[in-house]
């Protein structure tokens, strides 16, 4: 969406995680000239996409962050998306599986993988605070062609060709 002007974050504010990536969003958004703002929830999804969108000017796509609340919640918060034909981006592949838009999301099972490592470490006598930080080393772009029609949007074949799965 190159002419993308409004986003709104979708983020679970009582997980500590969610505070940073909202600022980083935000951080990010500031400096693409793209107005963002955050709406937080709470289980069962009690954010309200409507009162939202009555600030003002309405939000363009809808992003959440990486909080697993929305994993867990992935068809409540697709269909909200889909209610007010806002195009998700999403941290997890299992959200485009149930109908969002796309999503770039580290590549679950290598995380796992790498996570047993660290527990068989641990397991062995490691200190769990002189074992390394590890970033993922690979993500996934999935996309949503079907979702994409429906929204009425074209995705370039540039962006197609770049994906790792395109769901049709």
């Not at 990010?28 to 409507?50: D, E, I, K, Q, Y």
């Not at 209610?83 to 941290?91: A, E, F, K, S, T």
């Not at 796309?102 to 074992?131: C, E």
């Amino acid at each position: 969406m190159p002419r993308l002007s409004r986003v709104l974050v979708l983020s679970y504010l009582v997980d500590p995680i969610a505070a940073p990536q909202v600022k980083e969003l935000e951080s990010a958004a500031h400096s693409l000239g793209v107005n963002c703002w955050s709406a937080t929830s709470a289980p069962p999804m009690t954010f309200r996409p409507r009162s939202t969108l009555e600030l003002g000017s309405a939000p363009k796509e809808v992003l959440t962050t990486a909080e697993s609340i929305f994993a867990a919640q992935r068809n409540r918060v697709v269909q909200l998306a889909a209610q007010h034909r806002l195009p998700g981006m999403y941290p997890y592949k299992l959200m485009v599986d149930a109908g969002g838009l796309m999503a770039y999301d580290s590549y679950t099972s290598d995380l796992q993988r790498r996570a047993a490592a660290f527990v068989d470490k641990i397991l062995k006598g490691a200190k769990p605070a002189d074992l390394p930080v590890e970033q993922p080393t690979k993500v996934e772009l999935v996309i949503n062609l079907k979702t994409a029609k429906a929204l009425g949007l074209t995705i370039p074949p540039s962006l197609l060709q770049r994906a790792d799965q395109v769901i049709e």
